[in-house]
């Protein structure tokens, strides 16, 4: 991820690179992963699209890994829902 400007590309699953901007970063210790947020920037039905994957942060390139449980990904909703109260 480009740290000046936080963005980045993600393959589409159809041979496309999609860039994408990272929002935030975290660190669960429930489940010992560290997640990031972020967006391509297509507005929705409800605003723009924001997807959640695990990543190394100390890896030197960013690599995406899915979630991998509906407990995980429930977290995922709280913890954005909170980072965009106010």
């Known amino acids: 991820m480009d740290e ?6 993600v393959d589409n699953g159809k041979g ?3 860039k994408c901007r990272g929002l935030f970063t975290f660190h669960s ?15 929705g039905k409800n605003g723009p699209n924001v997807y959640a994957s695990v990543y190394d942060p100390a890896a030197k390139e960013l690599t995406l890994s899915e979630i991998e449980s509906d407990e995980e990904f429930k977290m995922l909703i709280d913890v954005f829902r909170e980072a965009n109260k106010g």
């Open 29 to 43: 210790d429930d489940f010992d992963k560290d997640y990031i947020l972020y967006t391509d920037d297509i507005k």
């Open 16 to 18: 496309r690179k999609i």
């Open 4 to 9: 000046k400007n936080n963005f980045f590309f």
